[in-house]
């Protein structure tokens, strides 16, 4: 069983901005963009103050069987408590808003308010923040969590709401990530060799998954289990709640617990929402994310445990050689080593 540790961390589209703002550019809002977003912001204030009601949107990948959509309705249920009914939050899971990619770009731009995710759609347009996305950076659950407490992450958060136009507004705990695995299970490194792995289309699960000697194969989440059952993926890694959630279990043969990426998602918002929202109502969202966060933390660990017990009665359980894996990762690292915030990764494992 994992460890109980403890909670953790206690901003409907901008129509238009004057200049178009690509996503993720890292430029800065032209003046009159940003006398247009005051304008905005206003105009919320004085709607708040009548009284009018808001409606904002929330997008995800996940299954609505999975705890990140239960998390994203008792986020949306805080809120309207909270405010008392003057904001609403409809929720559209299960890439129903576009790919996880369409998602990232559409909360930058303001075409979505929020996006519970991990981080890895904004590392391409935000290098710095990849470093958490690596195999292997997190040595266990309590270190993951503590680096969530740390200066490391607020430093990373605010180079990302500048970079990507994306406020974090709470974390909350995605899983252990696992391999499964069809026709054999994997031991160590040298099992990888000819191994075609479905892959999130991002830069560094591609160069680890090629850095064991695998084949990378990007699929769209919502196409992995096609993907398993068709034979253009002989395996993938996830959580092992999502793993159940996704039934992945009917076309693998082996549940590897290789605990490569301890993973966070984060529940952002995005700029163009937190612009046009005045300090109460930012206050609202910031503190309904933040309890609906610590509630999903305490479920995740317990559902994690439950997941993999759950798991074996379909898969059979592998343990693997993860310190021959994490070595495998070295030579990786050095490659992403300029992407990334000078003394960040020494930060990171200092952290005790």
Same mark, same amino acid.
């Given at each position: 069983?994992?460890?109980?540790?403890?909670? =953790? %961390?206690?901003?409907?589209?901008?129509?238009?901005?004057?200049?178009?703002?690509?996503?993720?550019?890292?430029?800065?809002?032209?003046?009159?963009?940003?006398?247009?977003?005051?304008?905005?912001?206003?105009?919320?204030?004085?709607?708040?103050?009548?009284?009018?009601?808001?409606?904002?949107?929330?997008?995800?990948?996940?299954? @609505?069987?999975?705890?990140?959509?239960?998390?994203?309705?008792?986020?949306?249920?805080?809120? +309207?408590?909270?405010?008392?009914?003057?904001?609403? $939050?409809?929720?559209? @899971?299960?890439?129903?808003?576009?790919?996880?990619?369409?998602?990232?770009?559409?909360? +930058?731009?303001?075409?979505?308010?929020?996006?519970?995710?991990?981080? /890895?759609?904004?590392?391409?347009?935000?290098?710095?923040?990849? $470093?958490?996305?690596?195999?292997?950076?997190?040595?266990?659950?309590?270190?993951?969590?503590?680096?969530?407490?740390?200066?490391?992450?607020?430093?990373?958060?605010?180079?990302?709401?500048?970079?990507?136009?994306?406020?974090?507004?709470?974390?909350?705990?995605?899983?252990?990530?696992?391999?499964?695995?069809?026709?054999?299970?994997?031991?160590?490194?040298?099992?990888?060799?000819?191994?075609?792995?479905?892959?999130? #289309?991002? @830069?560094?699960?591609?160069?680890?998954?090629?850095?064991?000697?695998?084949?990378?194969?990007?699929?769209?989440? #919502?196409?992995?289990?096609?993907?398993? &059952?068709?034979?253009?993926?002989?395996?993938?890694?996830?959580?092992?709640?999502?793993? %159940?959630?996704?039934?992945?279990?009917?076309?693998?043969?082996?549940? #590897?617990?290789?605990?490569? *990426?301890? *993973?966070?998602?984060?529940?952002?918002?995005?700029?163009?929402?937190?612009?046009?929202?005045?300090?109460?109502?930012?206050?609202?969202?910031?503190?309904?994310?933040?309890?609906?966060?610590? &509630?999903?933390?305490?479920?995740?660990?317990?559902?994690?445990?439950?997941?993999? &017990?759950?798991?074996?009665?379909?898969?059979?359980?592998?343990?693997?050689?993860?310190?021959?894996?994490?070595?495998?990762?070295?030579?990786?690292?050095?490659?992403?080593?300029?992407?990334?915030?000078? /003394?960040?990764?020494?930060? $990171?494992?200092? =952290? &005790?």
């Amino acid at each position: 069983m994992r460890k109980d540790f403890t909670k =953790i %961390l206690t901003m409907t589209t901008l129509a238009a901005i004057v200049f178009s703002l690509t996503a993720c550019s890292g430029k800065k809002v032209p003046e009159t963009a940003a006398a247009s977003e005051n304008e905005k912001k206003q105009e919320g204030e004085a709607s708040a103050a009548a009284g009018e009601k808001i409606t904002l949107r929330l997008a995800h990948s996940q299954s @609505p069987e999975h705890l990140i959509h239960a998390t994203a309705e008792n986020f949306a249920r805080l809120v +309207s408590e909270k405010s008392e009914g003057a904001i609403q $939050i409809d929720i559209f @899971p299960g890439e129903t808003m576009g790919t996880s990619a369409e998602m990232a770009d559409a909360c +930058s731009t303001g075409d979505v308010d929020f996006y519970i995710a991990s981080t /890895g759609q904004y590392t391409q347009r935000y290098k710095p923040f990849s $470093i958490i996305e690596a195999f292997y950076m997190f040595r266990d659950q309590d270190h993951l969590f503590k680096f969530y407490e740390s200066d490391c992450f607020e430093q990373l958060k605010e180079g990302l709401a500048e970079n990507c136009h994306v406020h974090i507004l709470a974390p909350v705990y995605y899983g252990a990530r696992e391999m499964t695995t069809s026709k054999k299970p994997l031991t160590s490194p040298e099992d990888f060799k000819g191994l075609k792995m479905r892959a999130a #289309n991002e @830069p560094l699960p591609i160069a680890a998954i090629e850095a064991l000697g695998g084949t990378p194969t990007p699929v769209a989440y #919502n196409e992995t289990y096609l993907a398993l &059952q068709q034979g253009v993926a002989d395996g993938q890694e996830n959580p092992p709640m999502s793993i %159940l959630a996704m039934k992945f279990y009917e076309v693998q043969d082996y549940l #590897n617990l290789t605990d490569h *990426q301890y *993973q966070m998602m984060n529940i952002f918002m995005s700029d163009a929402c937190k612009q046009k929202l005045n300090e109460k109502q930012l206050a609202v969202l910031t503190e309904a994310a933040e309890e609906a966060a610590s &509630q999903h933390n305490e479920q995740a660990i317990e559902q994690e445990d439950a997941a993999i &017990q759950e798991l074996s009665t379909h898969l059979e359980i592998v343990e693997t050689d993860k310190a021959a894996f994490a070595e495998m990762m070295k030579p990786m690292y050095e490659k992403f080593a300029d992407d990334w915030l000078e /003394g960040m990764y020494e930060d $990171i494992q200092s =952290i &005790q």
